[in-house]
Each structure stands twice: as C-alpha cells, then as structure tokens.
C-alpha cells in the first residue's frame, strides 16, 4: 500500500507545483489588460505670452473710456499649477485608452499706473487672468522595458474651457468683467514610469499643448510637467 500512495503524492505535489508556479503567470496576464486611474499634479507654463502685448491690451483698454495710460508697471506670471484626473482601460501591454477631466491653471497679468482723465492724473489699475480647462479622451502607447519600467506616448483630444477675467480701477471707481467659451483642442506628450507591485505606476510626463483656445479668447500653447499616480485592476 505505501509503493502506491508514494507515487500518487509525488503526482499531487507535482501538480500543485505546476498550479502555483502558473499563479504569478496568470497574474500578470490578467493586469496586461484592465481597467485603469491616474491622479496628476505639476506645473504648466503658458509659453507664447508676453508682457509687451499685455501691456498693450492695459493700454487699449483704458484708451476704449479715453483714459490715456501715462504711466505703466506691470508683472506677468506665466507658470501655474495643473491637476489631471483620468481612467482607462488598457486593451493589452501596450495600447490603452483614456478620458478625463484636466486644469493647466491661468497664467495671470497685474498692472498699476496712472491715467489722463481730462488733465488730470488718476491712480489706475488693470489685472487680467486666461484660466484653462477640460475634458479629454484619447490613447496611449506603452514600451514595457522589462517588469518594472516603461515609457510611454500619450495622443488627446481635448474639450477646453477658457475663462478670460479682467478687473480695472480708477481712482474709487471699478470694472470687473468675465468671458468663457470652448474649443477642441489636440495635445500629446511622452513619459516614463516605474510599476510597483503590478499595480501600481509612479511616473512622469511632458505634454505640449499647441493650441489652446480660440479667435474669441485668445490662443497659447502650453507645457505641462506632470508627475503621476496610477492604479491598474
């Protein structure tokens, strides 16, 4: 009796060795494909700005109430902080798709100076923001570089929103005015990242925006610096 029960363990425990040696296999075949988030944070910065043509619009802007600027300091910050929120479902190893919701924040003018007001000279001043926004869908290419790294291309279409506010003051009196409006928009970018655990990603990327906006608000381009946090299931 025991000639037979030894073979028959060594068959079991064969089989279970087999079983189990499958499990990180199977496991890894099952997160090439699944559902996907990510959480973004970084910093954009609006690229074609300037402050001569800013300056320029603070000047228009009081020339419109014949308020000619006498004298002009101003500042432009053109760098803000961007927040992204995306899911996904990856198809395989190496294509996904996405959709989400970003902000690039604004990039933000302020101006102080004086103006003509029939002869006489009044403090003044002219504040001004560009402030974007949106919803995306789109797709993504991955480079496995082994178990643990990979790099990747990322291709967006975007819903941007665009939000245009102004503040000006002369003297005791003020204006404050504000204008939104749409635009589909493109961008794409790289990045890389480093997988813990099969089921998390820690990585960074760069994307450029080409165009943001449009006739009524204004166009940019925008880069945007992002470091991530993904989970895959």
């Not at 004298?71 to 989400?100: H, I, M, P, Q, V």
């Not at 245009?164 to 204008?179: E, H, I, N, Y």
């Not at 820690?202 to 381009?221: E, I, N, Q, R």
């Not at 880069?223 to 993904?230: A, C, F, Q, Y």
Request: with cysteine.
């Amino acid at each position: 009796m025991q000639r037979c029960r030894i073979p028959r363990l060594a068959r079991v425990l064969g089989v279970l060795a087999v079983g189990l040696a499958a499990v990180p296999a199977a496991q890894a075949q099952y997160l090439d494909r699944g559902w996907t988030m990510e959480l973004s944070a970084g910093k954009s910065t609006f690229k074609d700005v300037t402050l001569a043509d800013l300056d320029a619009l603070a000047r228009d802007f009081f020339d419109s109430f014949a308020l000619p600027v006498q004298t002009l300091n101003s500042t432009l910050d053109t760098k803000d902080r961007s927040l992204a929120l995306t899911a996904g479902y990856r198809f395989n190893r190496w294509f996904a798709a996405e959709a989400g919701m970003y902000t690039l924040g604004s990039f933000r003018y302020a101006s102080t100076g004086t103006v003509d007001d029939a002869g006489t000279l009044r403090q003044s001043t002219f504040d001004f923001g560009y402030r974007v926004r949106g919803i995306l869908i789109g797709g993504t290419a991955t480079l496995p570089l082994g178990r643990n790294f990979e790099l990747r291309a990322r291709a967006v279409i975007s819903n941007t929103s665009v939000t245009l506010k102004l503040s000006s003051t002369v003297d005791t009196d003020s204006l404050a005015d504000k204008f939104s409006d749409s635009s589909q928009d493109f961008y794409y970018g790289v990045g890389a990242g480093f997988v813990v655990w099969d089921y998390y990603r820690l990585g960074v990327d760069y994307l450029h925006h080409a165009k943001v906006g449009k006739s009524s608000t204004g166009t940019t381009k925008v880069d945007n610096v992002m470091l991530t946090l993904g989970f895959r299931y």
